[in-house]
């Protein structure tokens, strides 16, 4: 069995529902949602925009390998009306689903990178990690999850709003 950190964003429609659908999508494709973060409330990274996101971090129980996970992701992204920008801009969007982590592998293909490559970087996804996976190491940078929001430079404001 594989374990997978993955978090969940959205800043359009019903942004609680929308992470509702897809952690309902997630279960009938993996075997067990094993832990999920509370919702926080961010406001958007890399671009400007009044709609602020919701996020949430899970932990995943799966026998799904790397390269299936990140089928399904993007598969679940579409169904649910995601249009992936390639242009590298970011944008608003009814859901995002990132893989962060799978086990402790480092991955690195056109379709995957994993650890996340600006994990450290993003408050917004540091918080729900260190909520969830305070002592998960980064197999990378070599520190727990606390450490690593401890040293985060991101200004960007994140406010636990609550359980989804």
């Known amino acids: 069995m594989n374990s997978a950190i993955l978090l969940l964003g959205t800043n359009v429609g019903d942004k609680r529902k929308n992470l509702q659908n897809a952690c309902d999508s997630l279960k009938k494709r993996v075997d067990e949602i094993q832990k999920c973060s509370s919702i926080y409330k961010t406001e958007p990274w890399g671009f400007k925009d009044e709609q602020w996101f919701y996020n949430c971090a899970l932990i995943l129980q799966t026998h799904l390998l790397p390269d299936e996970l990140i089928k399904d992701v993007l598969e679940i992204e579409k169904i649910m009306g995601r249009e992936r920008n390639h242009s590298g801009v970011y944008e608003n969007r009814i859901i995002d689903i990132d893989i962060l982590f799978f086990n402790s592998e480092i991955i690195k293909t056109k379709e995957l990178e994993l650890p996340h490559p600006r994990l450290h970087l993003r ?42």
């Open 123 to 164: 408050k917004f996804a540091l918080l729900p990690l260190a909520e969830i996976a305070p002592d998960f190491v980064h197999p990378v940078i070599l520190k727990n999850m606390k450490e690593i929001l401890e040293e985060c430079k991101d200004e960007c404001k994140v406010v636990n709003i609550g359980n989804l």
